[in-house]
């Protein structure tokens, strides 16, 4: 089976990674119609935001079936883990029409933290030990706190807005962050803790996307979590990322790809987990050893406004190749320059912030025609954009080195302005000595 020559397209999500997926779908000559539901003050420019809330499956059948939309791509993983895909395919209307992204059984290898350690043991993927832990097993919990060495991280099982890991040095802390979690401090989704132990090293990210038999490894990321400069304070969605990474050489490479990727893919066809979408593998560098920290079943942001930009290939002949089994026909091709991604965030984030904020610049910052501009928390009011989330803006540029592409991103910022503007000035730096 293939997609139409002319395809219409249905996005769903509203972030950066979504207006980067939007930016790159627009480029295929095979694009008929893009909608992205609901989208942001940038995606608009790339096609056309309807306001549709992504999780309200009966709403999007009705919205594909109106406007004759032959494939749908999800960004976020709320829908994936409440089972978007297999809402279309158990519904003769839509189920000819393809979803780029897994079935709501591989979506757990998100969803819960405990599933995903259990499928990586059973598939002698490396990770950290851990052990999960419930209300009723609060006291063992505390005991096996006590064989590890700090820090000591604990982990909601459930999707918790990126909020559910907790990495703490103190072993009595860490006890009492276990019976507040369990309690219900994130809610249904700290029902189940796992604990684990500490992985040292530098992380990275690696995304492949997957038929279901074969894959293909997209560029590799690093970003950057935490609100301070030098890696300091509380960690975010997501500050800055940089592709290519330098310590991903070909020898490391291989090691995530016949570790790692390739016994993944294998065990979800072993278990017959259905799985036609893109999977990010948060992977930790221990002294040249990949070890895996956690999946999530759909692209990273702010990593695919580093990622989608250095793909040179037909996005949406990627998408059939997913939809359809046929991956290992399509081409992948990869800008071999350097990205380097540098978030602009609301004053305040990730505590409180302020949501309306006018934002000036954006078109004096993209006609240099070196970097591009891609809307994360942004709205439209009158004429004008403002602010609308914590992450605002993310900002890409290329260049030979890490340090010439952070420069022209560096320099893009300086044009954009809006109150309470906050960049970290040290992204990629850390790796330009690697």
């Known amino acids: 089976m293939k997609l139409p020559q002319s395809v219409n397209v249905l996005l769903l999500g509203s972030g950066g990674r979504e207006h980067a997926l939007a930016w790159k779908i627009a480029q295929s000559k095979r694009l008929a119609k893009l909608y992205i539901a609901p989208g942001n003050a940038g995606t608009k420019g790339c096609g056309i935001n ?41 519904d003769s209307d839509i189920r000819n029409i393809p979803v780029i992204g897994p079935s709501m059984e591989g979506a757990r ?33 505390y005991a096996f706190l006590e064989t590890l060495r700090p820090p000591y991280v604990l982990k909601a099982d459930g999707l918790a807005a990126g909020k559910g890991v907790l990495i703490v040095d103190d072993p009595a802390q860490a006890k009492a962050e276990l019976a507040e979690m ?12 796992v604990i684990e132990e500490y992985l040292s090293g530098i992380e990275v990210s690696v995304f492949v996307a ?63 987990i259905r799985y036609n979408g893109f999977l990010f593998i948060g992977l930790m560098n221990a002294d040249g050893e990949p070890k895996v920290i956690e999946y999530n079943v759909r692209m990273g942001d702010p990593e695919t406004e580093v990622v989608m930009p250095r793909i040179t290939s037909d996005i949406i002949d990627l998408f059939e190749g997913i939809a359809f089994g046929s991956l290992g026909t399509k081409e992948l091709t990869v800008r071999g320059e350097t990205a380097v991604t540098v978030v602009c965030v609301s004053g305040g984030y990730p ?7 006018i934002v000036e610049g954006l078109e004096e910052a993209a006609a240099s025609g070196n970097s591009l501009i891609f809307h994360a928390g942004t709205g439209v009011q009158g004429r004008e954009t403002v602010t609308a989330g914590g992450r605002v803006l993310a900002v890409t540029s290329f260049g030979e080195t890490i340090g010439e592409a952070a420069s022209r991103s560096y320099d893009a910022i300086e044009k954009i302005r809006y109150s309470g503007k906050y960049c970290r000035r040290d992204i990629g730096k850390d790796l330009e000595a690697r």
Not at 60 to 66: A, H, I, R, T
Not at 184 to 191: L, R, T, V, Y
Not at 351 to 357: A, I, N, V
């Open 210 to 272: 997957t038929d279901g038999k074969g894959y293909k490894i997209l560029p590799e990321a690093k970003d950057y979590k935490r609100i301070g400069e030098g890696d300091t304070g509380l960690n975010t969605g997501g500050m800055g990322a940089v592709s290519p990474v330098p310590f991903c050489d070909e020898a490391f490479m291989e090691k995530v790809r016949t570790r790692i990727v390739e016994p993944t893919v294998e065990g979800l066809k072993k278990e017959g």
């Open 109 to 141: 290898l998100e969803g819960s933290k405990d599933f995903a350690k259990a499928f990586m043991m059973r598939h002698g993927i490396p990770t950290a030990a851990y052990r999960t832990f419930t209300r009723d097993t609060l006291e063992e919990g």
């Open 351 to 357: 505590g409180e912030y302020e949501k309306g904020k």
């Open 182 to 193: 369990l309690g219900g401090k994130f809610g249904h989704a700290s029902q189940r803790v």
């Open 50 to 90: 309807v306001d549709i809330n992504p999780a309200d499956f009966a709403i999007v059948k009705q919205f594909v079936l109106s406007n004759n939309v032959n494939l749908v791509v999800v960004g976020p993983e709320e829908p994936l883990v409440k089972g978007i895909s297999d809402y279309f395919l158990n």
